[in-house]
Nanobody, 126 residues
């Protein structure tokens, strides 16, 4: 079992940067692929970025590629999302998520994740 708590959201202006943090508890964290998702009002939860357990492989959606960077520190049980050049369309609740190592399916699909945080609001003003 893994518990996740996000932090770092807030209100920023377009072009600003923000770093989200996700603190994980549980002995199996370093075996879990981890992801970030976001959900804006009226929209479905969408994939943002994911990272392999070792941190050697990462993935990001086309809408954030080149602007957002996912990373992890297994020694500290932390996952981060560095968000640069923020745009108003990045406004959403951001969720940290974890997959069990044995879970199948694409890590871009929310249904393949077993653990979720409570979310943190990011608002980007124009």
């Amino acid at each position: 079992q893994v518990q996740l708590v996000e932090s770092g959201g807030g209100l920023v202006q377009a072009g600003d940067s923000l770093r989200l943090s996700c603190a994980a508890s549980g002995r199996t964290f370093n075996t879990c692929p981890m992801g970030w998702f976001r959900q804006a009002p009226g929209n479905e939860r969408e994939f943002v970025a994911a990272i392999a357990p070792s941190g050697s492989i990462t993935d990001a959606s086309d809408s954030v590629k080149g602007r957002f960077i996912i990373s992890r520190d297994n020694a500290k049980n932390m996952v981060y999302l560095q968000m640069n050049s923020l745009k108003p369309e990045d406004t959403a609740v951001y969720y940290c998520a974890g997959r069990r190592a044995a879970n199948g399916g694409s890590w871009r699909e929310a249904r393949t994740y077993s653990y979720w945080g409570q979310g943190t609001q990011v608002t980007v003003s124009s």
